[in-house]
């Protein structure tokens, strides 16, 4: 049986508020199993870990490709002029 989270636990594993999570949840960014009874009010939700994971690696930063020293856009210079108007 995998482990499942609370949203609770997810939230505060992801370092944002609760309502956030909800609001992943009813989004279908991460995937939940609704566990209340039926017929209840409240959903009260489960996060699987697999979905949780997964959340996490699509989220994660990607490195941005090397590039060489000389390749990098420069900025032209502005180049003043002046006019004469006598």
């Known amino acids: 049986m995998p482990d499942y989270h609370t949203p609770a636990e997810v939230a ?21 199993i609704d566990v209340s009874p039926p017929g209840s009010k409240r959903p009260t939700y489960r996060i699987s870990a697999d979905a949780l994971s997964a959340y996490e690696r ?26 004469e108007y006598f």
């Open 12 to 32: 505060k594993r992801l370092r944002v508020s609760g309502d956030l999570v909800g609001d992943l949840i009813r989004r279908g960014a991460i995937p939940a």
């Open 58 to 83: 699509s989220r994660q930063a990607v490195p941005m490709p090397n590039r060489e020293v000389g390749a990098r856009a420069r900025r032209r210079k502005k180049v003043m002029t002046t006019r």
